[in-house]
């Protein structure tokens, strides 16, 4: 619908009353500073998080850990989806997590006949069977009360965050979509979501 994926997440943010953005960027910040700065219409306290280095998934966060408390949400910016962020907070709050993370299922098409097999011998077949699977879908609410201390402009992926808040004895909970989801990272993904958007979704 002729519109970045990038506004498409932030009109969806302040029409969930969300107005404090701040965006990480790395490649191509410029451009993407530029657009920002273009669009006044936005009308939300947009701010940037500038990375000298990539810092993973969850390394920005410790640009704005000192400066940050309470619940925050962070949004992968590769995500089209219809999430009502609100609900998603009430539901961390209630469960007084330090981390929820958004899952989706996924169903993984095998396009063979899979052969089960022991000792040369064949127990049985199943044609092109579907997996399912309950995948990480890039949202996240953080407490940042409750983050263990990260280093600064240092690498680290959003696995590796919630690894070590286990670690630390804190409570991870698990909020499954039911909303519209699609992440883009694939080109086919791409294409569907050009289909699904201007179909309303």
């Not at 940037?48 to 949004?75: H, M, R, W, Y």
């Not at 919630?162 to 694939?186: C, H, M, P, R």
């Amino acid at each position: 619908k002729n519109k970045t994926l990038l506004q498409h997440i932030i009109e969806h943010l302040k029409e969930n009353n969300f107005f404090n953005i701040k965006i990480s960027i790395f490649y191509l910040k410029e451009k993407i500073k530029n657009f920002i700065y273009r669009n006044k219409k936005f009308s939300a306290n947009i701010n940037f998080l500038e990375e000298k280095e990539p810092l993973g998934t969850a390394g920005c966060l410790s640009l704005i850990q000192d400066s940050l408390s309470g619940n925050n949400l962070v949004v992968n910016a590769d995500v089209l989806t219809d999430i009502d962020y609100r609900g998603l907070l009430d539901f961390h709050a209630k469960k007084n997590s330090a981390i929820t993370v958004c899952t989706r299922e996924y169903i993984h098409e095998i396009p063979f006949g899979v052969v089960n097999v022991s000792n040369g011998i064949i127990k049985s077949i199943e044609e092109k069977p579907s997996i399912k699977s309950w995948v990480n879908a890039g949202i996240y609410v953080i407490n940042f009360d409750k983050l263990p201390i990260l280093k600064k402009d240092k690498y680290l992926d959003m696995p590796d965050l919630l690894e070590s808040t286990l670690a630390e004895g804190e409570k991870v909970s698990n909020f499954e979509i039911s909303n519209y989801w699609i992440d883009i990272g694939q080109i086919h993904d791409y294409e569907k979501a050009q289909l699904d958007i201007n179909n309303n979704l």
